[in-house]
């Protein structure tokens, strides 16, 4: 909108500006706690540890700890590179009234990105894109990995944390892991159970929103492990969590006739 010749932007514009903007400031943020933290653990936590465990314990801890931070990194890096895939032209597909283009069921048109996403869950800055279809796997594994690698640093700073001085980065790096671990199994929990319950977050606001339009929003597939196979392309939980290139076999342009209840 033009007032007396300036161009002036709405909060919304604003907002969105701001989403794009942050989103190169947030990554540098988590790669800097991970390294801050895996260093942590190196010069502080394992000394610490190995004046009470024997050397096999040492290395198998530590190991645990690696594979943890290898499956962080692995998720994250694909969870932003993928990105969550948009709609393509296709036969009886409706229109999307903001960007004109293509908007196949589950898909709906984000502000940020100023396009449709494929089966969209939420924009997030963290990853600079949005959680759809391509992406969402990772986005929930990243989360659960975090979330586990939180934990694994909170019980090897303890007893580190509880000797004195409490002034040391150390201690630091110990209270930040208890708090994003809280924080953390709150919000990997919501998208665990969004995700055995075959909904995206969209989805089921929009479910609840408008009870009378409720099949609209559900796609559940009936059974959790179904609801599981069509985000991690597998039944098998123990798969599920592995890391893997596997495509997920689904356009996201057509989904199953039958609905059922939640």
């Not at 089966?119 to 759809?132: A, E, T, Y």
């Not at 150390?170 to 809280?182: G, K, N, P, R």
């Not at 929103?209 to 597939?221: L, T």
């Not at 599981?228 to 356009?251: H, I, M, Q, R, W």
Request: charged letters at 10%.
């Amino acid at each position: 909108m033009r007032i007396g010749g300036l161009l002036t932007l709405s909060p919304e514009i604003i907002g969105n500006l701001l989403m794009r903007l942050i989103g190169p400031v947030l990554l540098a943020v988590l790669f800097s706690l991970i390294t801050f933290m895996t260093y942590t653990y190196f010069t502080q936590y394992l000394p610490h540890l190995m004046q009470s465990l024997e050397l096999w314990q040492g290395i198998l801890w530590t190991s645990l700890g690696l594979s943890i931070l290898y499956n962080i990194l692995f998720n994250y890096i694909l969870c932003v590179c993928t990105g969550p895939g948009s709609p393509i032209p296709a036969p009886n597909i409706p229109s999307c009234r903001t960007c004109k283009g293509p908007k196949p069921p589950r898909s709906h048109h984000c502000s940020v990105c100023n396009k449709c996403v494929l089966k969209m869950d939420h924009h997030c800055p963290w990853i600079m894109s949005c959680v759809g279809l391509n992406n969402h796997r990772y986005f929930v594994l990243f989360l659960l990995y975090l979330t586990v690698g939180c934990l694994f640093l909170t019980i090897s700073g303890y007893s580190k944390f509880s000797t004195r001085p409490k002034n040391s980065y150390s201690h630091v790096c110990f209270i930040l892991a208890a708090v994003f671990f809280a924080v953390l199994f709150l919000f990997t929990a919501w998208h665990l159970f969004l995700v055995f319950i075959g909904m995206t977050t969209i989805e089921l606001f929009g479910y609840y929103g408008n009870p009378d339009e409720r099949q609209k929003y559900n796609f559940s597939r009936g059974q959790w492990r179904k609801n599981l196979e069509t985000v991690f392309g597998t039944c098998s939980l123990v798969t599920a969590v592995l890391p893997n290139y596997k495509k997920l076999g689904l356009d996201g342009m057509n989904w199953p006739d039958t609905l059922h209840s939640i």
